[in-house]
């Protein structure tokens, strides 16, 4: 034993843990054996390799042909490398004003089960009677193979090397610019975004004797982002990750809520949850969506436990489908949109010391250790500003409000020239990265905020807060939010300048 966990350690040290599948065949049996399910998706019909493109397609294109009446298929977009993104639609035609549903698979190349799982819901969705009854109050709207380009070479990427959930504000990845601009126009109340984990992390071998792995099956991500409303946060865990971990309880599969790990100088942080933008769960959330982001155990071991993945996810979507058809009059209520009398620009996340279920590596055990949680659904506002009726951009800033309409944000401009007293974002101190970062040079600043009368010019933008996506807008527009259009490098700026971007404070209309 002792000479494995050295092999192992050593496998991390060289850097080859991406090529290495260490879920022995003990830990499989013990902790992960597999399911059995029905061979309904091309990749569930073969012992080797996963649905290709070609396969995707014809899959779809059989139930279509079965299923006109229900299920259309749409391109919504290219891959960089020239291949159609295909969408689905399932709905009945027999009433207006349903619950819209988005569900995603494959935005990460290498988590291949996520696609699979969106598969045989699909497929059971449509011939399984049981769950016919979901369409009569829900319109589904599923992508299940969002990163093409990185899903014929299993790499996470896509074709130009960027992170396709790093790319929700920025918008700089050609896929991300489809597939957030057929989100927003779908409008979706309830979003869920299916994804892989690695459960053997490089700077897990520093942990125990020889390393140790995630015991979970399934871990949910659900935002802790501030500018979410707070009814909104807690119907999403109280009501839909709810439901779906007592579906999962059932089935004996092991969930909590979504953790990774990184190395900081030297020691190991755990990070629970999220509040950023960036990523999928919570720009969902902040567009004013019931939203999770799944995270099935998966990348890194191959077909391991393909069955028993491919059925976690499958278990998940089910059970939010069930959540949305059982509390379809609720979720009209919850998701009004509030109005927040403060905007928060910069948190920070409550930091504790817990106890986490692991894999011992060196016995195959299941233990517990004592870690260091960054919690994110536990975050404090660490920079606050009051919330603007408005916010204006001056007329020359087309690509942002390009992007703010790519995000679902509705924008108005001005039908003359009109001197208003707004609050205008001086930058006091400026750092910008010396490298790049998921294709930008990111941009560090802090501002002050003056008051003065400005001369607009006819043509000027007006984005309302008065929309449901007003989180979204703070995300976006206040330059020090970590995702903003200034913090990527999407809206250039330097030391001492005036930003193009002003906040108006009155209630009055403008347009």
Known sequence: MKKIGIIFCLFIAFGFVNELNPQSK?????????????????????????????????FLNELQLKHPEI???????????????????????????????????????????????????LEKLLNDPNYLYLLDKLHICMVPMANIDGYEKEDRYAANGLDLNRD????????????????????????VDFHEFRPYRKEYAQLGNF????????????????????????????????????????????HREYLTSDKVLGEIHFNQGSNSARSSATSYALANTISSLIEVRGVGIGRTSFKRR??????????????????????????????????????????????????DLETNNEINIE??????????????????????????????????HILGIKTETLT???????????????EKSPEKDEGVYSQNIKTEIIT??????????????????????????????????????????????VLPIYRYMRNEKLY
């Open 310 to 359: 491919i059925f976690t996810g499958f278990t998940i979507g089910l059970s939010y489908l069930k959540s949305a058809y059982e509390h379809a009059s609720e979720l009209k209520e919850i998701l009004k949109p509030d109005t927040l009398s403060l905007v928060v620009v910069k948190s920070k996340k409550e930091i504790t010391n817990e106890p986490l279920s692991v894999i």
């Open 168 to 191: 929700q504000t920025k918008l700089l990845i050609k896929e991300s610019v489809f597939l957030k601009q057929t989100f927003s126009d779908f409008n979706a109340d309830v979003a």
């Open 416 to 430: 003359s020239d009109k001197t208003l007293e707004v609050e205008s974002y001086l930058v006091k101190e400026y």
């Open 211 to 254: 390393g140790i792995s995630s015991r979970q099956d399934v871990m949910f991500m659900s935002s802790g982002n501030l500018n979410v409303p707070e009814k909104l946060r807690n119907y999403t865990n109280s009501v839909f990750v709810k439901n779906a971990q007592l579906a999962l309880d059932k089935e004996g599969l092991k």
């Open 71 to 121: 299920l259309t298929i749409t391109f919504i977009g290219e891959s960089q490398k020239g291949k159609a993104i295909p969408m689905v639609s399932l709905n009945k035609k027999n009433q207006e004003n349903k619950v819209k549903v988005w569900l995603q698979g494959g935005l990460h190349g290498d988590e291949m089960a996520s696609t699979e799982a969106m598969l045989f819901l």
């Open 371 to 404: 870690v260091e949680i960054h919690n994110a659904s536990k975050s404090t506002a660490t920079l606050s500003r009051n919330r603007p009726f408005y916010y204006l951009i001056d007329n020359s800033q087309t690509e942002l409000i390009t992007k703010l």
């Open 452 to 497: 003065k009368n400005i001369l607009f010019n006819k043509g000027s933008f007006l984005v309302n807060m008065n929309q449901e996506n007003a989180g979204l807008i703070v995300e976006v527009l206040e330059p020090e939010a970590p995702n903003s259009f200034v913090s990527f490098g999407v809206l250039q700026t330097n030391k001492d300048a």
């Open 26 to 58: 003990e830990i499989t049996q013990k902790f992960f054996p597999e399911i059995e399910i029905e061979n309904t998706t091309p990749a569930l019909k073969k012992t080797k390799g996963y649905t290709s493109y070609e396969e995707l397609i014809q």
